[in-house]
């Protein structure tokens, strides 16, 4: 399927207003082709899951950058299965947590809550692009073998 067909919510998770890399972010996925329903700061995790079922969208992009991330976004993927929305890619990205932990232990923490790629500090857009490019084109692959 083609980028330009894809559905993405992104949004600030939380009390968080930190709103310039989300911006960023969502303006060039829309310049990438994709469909972007922008949620914008202060987004309750549930807002996101309904924009998601309401858009039909393929993947939800969080933001978290003010250090709540952990709290935010713990049982997001339950309310995500809990709405419908099972398979839904989830992708989570910023300052996640407060303070300097090692990225590999930050990672852990937000794959174990069930996101599918969390995005250390300072991530460019061009990355998130590929990543993607990469779970959408694998997403399809996967989908065609079941079929077969
Ligand atoms: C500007 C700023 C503010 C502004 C925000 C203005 C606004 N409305 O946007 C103001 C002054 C309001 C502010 C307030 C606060 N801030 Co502030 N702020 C910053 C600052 C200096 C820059 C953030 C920014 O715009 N970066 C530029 C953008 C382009 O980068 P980005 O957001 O990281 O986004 C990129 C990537 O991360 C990625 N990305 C972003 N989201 C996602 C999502 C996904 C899914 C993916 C894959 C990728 C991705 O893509 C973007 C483009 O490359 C940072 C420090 C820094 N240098 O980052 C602190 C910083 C984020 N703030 C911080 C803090 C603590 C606060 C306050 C709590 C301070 C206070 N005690 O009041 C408050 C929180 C207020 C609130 N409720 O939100 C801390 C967070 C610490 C932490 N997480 O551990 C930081 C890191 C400063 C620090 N070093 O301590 N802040």
């Given at each position: 399927m083609?980028a330009?067909?894809?559905?993405?919510?992104?949004?600030?998770?939380?009390?968080?207003?930190?709103?310039?890399?989300?911006?960023?972010?969502?303006?060039?996925?829309?310049?990438?082709?994709?469909?972007?329903?922008?949620?914008?700061?202060?987004?309750?995790?549930?807002d996101?899951?309904?924009?998601?079922?309401?858009?039909?969208?393929?993947a939800?992009?969080?933001?978290?950058?003010?250090?709540?991330?952990?709290?935010?976004?713990r049982?997001?993927?339950?309310?995500?299965?809990?709405?419908?929305?099972?398979?839904?890619l989830?992708?989570?990205?910023?300052?996640l947590?407060?303070?300097?932990?090692?990225?590999p232990?930050?990672?852990?923490?937000?794959?174990?809550?069930?996101?599918?790629?969390?995005?250390p500090?300072?991530?460019?857009?061009?990355?998130?692009?590929?990543?993607?490019?990469?779970?959408?084109?694998?997403?399809?692959?996967?989908?065609?073998?079941?079929?077969?």
């Amino acid at each position: 399927m083609a980028a330009n067909q894809r559905t993405l919510v992104t949004g600030v998770i939380g009390s968080d207003t930190h709103i310039v890399g989300n911006r960023i972010l969502s303006m060039a996925l829309e310049k990438s082709g994709y469909k972007v329903v922008s949620l914008g700061a202060l987004t309750p995790a549930g807002d996101f899951v309904k924009a998601a079922i309401e858009t039909a969208a393929d993947a939800i992009l969080v933001s978290s950058l003010y250090g709540q991330g952990e709290l935010d976004c713990r049982g997001f993927r339950d309310l995500c299965v809990e709405a419908g929305l099972d398979h839904i890619l989830l992708y989570v990205g910023g300052n996640l947590i407060v303070g300097k932990h090692p990225w590999p232990a930050v990672e852990k923490i937000f794959l174990d809550m069930g996101f599918d790629r969390a995005a250390p500090p300072g991530t460019r857009v061009e990355t998130v692009i590929e990543w993607l490019h990469e779970d959408f084109a694998t997403r399809d692959r996967d989908l065609r073998r079941a079929l077969d």
